[in-house]
């Protein structure tokens, strides 16, 4: 099942930064449908790692443009993607011991905060970004 697919109403107007955000949507795609196919341990688990170091390098790369362009919510932005890494490092431990629903209710919850970040926190950068000529 798609958990998200893009659409041009997702974009932060800053090319770089969609380009890394479609791929995350490709990421979060792969370990939703391995997570409903039921597919084995270690294709969840290389899923799961997959997306998580690409969510870290986003999150730096980010969080660096945000600095440079001295956006004004950096920090909490920051403290937003700093939790999120704690709570998926936690579900990445978790995983090896849950079983059935339990397992498939740990990918949803990271599943859908990844897509709700994506969609709605970091829009909250674009006018901003728009008002500042910051592409
Ligand atoms: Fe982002
Ligand atoms: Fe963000």
């Known amino acids: 099942m798609i958990a998200i697919s893009w ?21 979060i795609n792969d370990l939703n449908r391995i997570s409903d ?3 084995d341990e270690g294709q969840l688990e ?3 790692i997959n997306l998580c ?9 980010e969080e660096s443009f945000l600095e440079k362009y001295h956006y004004p919510f ?3 932005h920051q403290e937003k993607h700093a ?6 490092a936690q579900t990445k431990k978790d995983l090896l011991n849950a079983h059935g629903r339990h397992k498939k209710k740990k990918i ?4 859908f905060w990844l897509k709700n970040h994506i969609i709605k926190e970091d829009k909250q950068y674009v006018c901003f970004m728009l008002e500042h000529g910051i592409k």
């Open 53 to 61: 170091d690409y969510t870290r390098k986003h999150f730096e790369y």
């Open 7 to 27: 659409d041009d109403s997702y974009s932060v107007h800053v090319e770089s930064i969609d380009a890394q955000h479609k791929k995350m949507m490709r990421l």
């Open 108 to 111: 949803d919850t990271i599943v």
């Open 83 to 88: 939790i999120f890494l704690k709570t998926i």
């Open 46 to 48: 290389l899923a799961l």
């Open 37 to 39: 196919s039921g597919q």
């Open 74 to 76: 950096y920090k909490s």
